[in-house]
């Protein structure tokens, strides 16, 4: 199926949160800014109806309401706060970010939460600007089912909840990462009727036949969500506003947005649609241009809703997802996401370049840029994944040319690969100058 930079990984995906924070998203300033202006500092980040990646001053918007006196003082914490620091403004405005499982944190809720201090600390000293946790659907169920604590144990002092709080404080953006497909299981909430879910939604997949000449077999292991069920979407939409509410100022990330697996989805809701549409067997046609087609309707309209239920929300949350270098691999899995911001519905791609040779990840890198502009494209670099693993030299190497071809930005993966001194190395080389997170692109 795709290339060798995909990574399948059941329990924990692969991959890779941003509000695109404006300008306010600078190390320093932005707190200053929500102080001297009276705001609130904990509300959502506002964003900028400004399109493109360039960096800009605070908005004076934050300014206007103090008085004289407030401006001189304001002057006067901003001339201090920056003493003896780089100014972020010199940097390139991209972004850098990293990509973290919960399981990353312990489970005991003291020792959890003094791991997610000490996380967020060590990655914002390190000029990071972006993080991405991993979030089950699990996850947000175990916060008011304890029968789903066993598998989430870190939901039970809500870890999210801390992980948040934290990168708000040192200024980091949060984008949950999220997979509104796969990553399931038959215990998800998804599938359980107490949660409003529906056995029903599982997608089922053909296998090739075991013996020449057999017919094909038709499994149904629960690890997908069939997204042509209206009821289905309607139920991740619900759970992605949910997290909305419970974090403000997060944005979604979209975990690879599509199957985990080719030969998906021929549950009886797609048997009946296909055969309507084309007047053929989906079964016997599952590998046919007809049935890749078919299968990004479900996705697209997942993706479509998911937009417009963030577009009604003021700061309207970004919306990004992740996947592989090559839109036609991908598609053959739903995952449709040229399309997507061919139309303007992402704010960025990131796309997983994971390899360890540098000539690879110039090619990978340029054609996905190429394919997906002008939408913003962060690049993945693979520091281990289940596929291999990048030597340090050439991750640093890596980001340097992602930057040099013209990529917003990067996110490493993963947390669990990076040592402390990773990224001391990270700070002393790429990462030298403290970057603002890239502007939000509307
Ligand atoms: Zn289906």
Redesign the pocket.
């Known amino acids: 199926m795709i290339a060798e930079t995909v990574r399948h990984h059941v329990a924990e995906p692969e991959t890779p949160e941003a509000a695109l924070i404006p300008a306010q998203a600078s190390p320093v300033r932005p707190r200053l800014m929500f102080v001297a202006a009276g705001a609130n500092p904990d509300a959502p980040e506002a964003t900028s109806l400004l399109p493109g990646p360039t960096p800009v001053k605070p908005r004076s918007c934050f300014i206007r309401p103090a008085s004289r006196l407030a401006g001189g003082v304001l002057l006067l914490l901003l001339l201090f706060s920056t003493r003896g620091r780089a100014d972020p403004s010199d940097a390139p405005s991209e972004a850098r970010g990293i990509w973290v499982h919960l399981t990353h944190f312990n489970a005991d809720p003291v020792q959890g939460k003094a791991e997610v201090e000490a996380f967020v600390d060590r990655y914002a000293e390190a000029n990071f600007n972006l993080v991405l946790p991993w979030v089950l659907s699990e996850y947000m169920a175990a916060l008011t089912d304890p029968s789903y604590l066993d598998s989430q144990p870190t939901a039970k002092w809500d870890a999210l909840g801390a992980l948040v709080h934290s990168a708000r404080q040192h200024h980091l953006q949060v984008h949950f990462w999220y997979s509104f497909t796969y990553y399931k299981s038959p215990r998800s909430p998804e599938f359980n009727p107490e949660h409003g879910g529906n056995p029903a939604w599982a ?2 997949r053909v296998l090739p036949a075991k013996t020449p000449g057999q017919p094909p077999v038709v499994s149904a292991p629960m690890t997908d969500v ?1 997204p ?2 209206p009821e289905a979407r309607a139920w991740q939409i619900k759970l992605l506003e949910a997290m909305l509410e419970r974090y403000p100022g997060i944005s979604i990330h979209i975990e690879e947005p599509g199957f985990g697996y080719p030969g ?4 009886d ?2 048997q009946s649609l296909f055969r309507k549409i084309y007047g053929t067997d989906l079964v016997e046609s599952i590998h046919t241009p007809q049935a890749e087609d078919f299968r990004c309707l ?1 996705t697209t309209e997942l993706i479509r809703e998911l937009r417009a239920k963030l577009a009604s929300r003021t700061p309207r949350p970004c919306l990004s997802v992740n996947g592989g270098p090559l839109w036609r691999s991908d598609r053959q899995l739903g995952r449709d996401w040229k399309r997507w911001a061919d139309l303007g519905w992402l704010d960025y791609y990131a796309a997983q370049n994971y390899t360890d040779d540098p000539d690879r990840f110039t090619q990978l890198t340029r054609g996905v840029l190429q394919d997906l502009q002008p939408c913003p494209v962060f690049v993945g670099i693979g520091v281990k994944w289940s596929g291999g693993a990048t030597p340090l030299p050439t991750v640093l190497q890596e980001i340097e040319q992602a930057r040099k071809l013209g990529a917003s930005g990067v996110v490493l993966f993963s947390a669990t690969a990076l040592t402390a001194e990773d990224l001391a190395r990270l700070k002393a080389g790429p990462f030298r100058q403290p970057s603002l997170y890239p502007e939000a692109r509307r």
Do not use: D, N, T
Request: glycine residues 8%; hydrophobic residues 35%; aromatic residues 0%.
């Open positions: 997608a089922r069939c042509m069920h998906s989805c021929v549950c809701l797609c479900g």
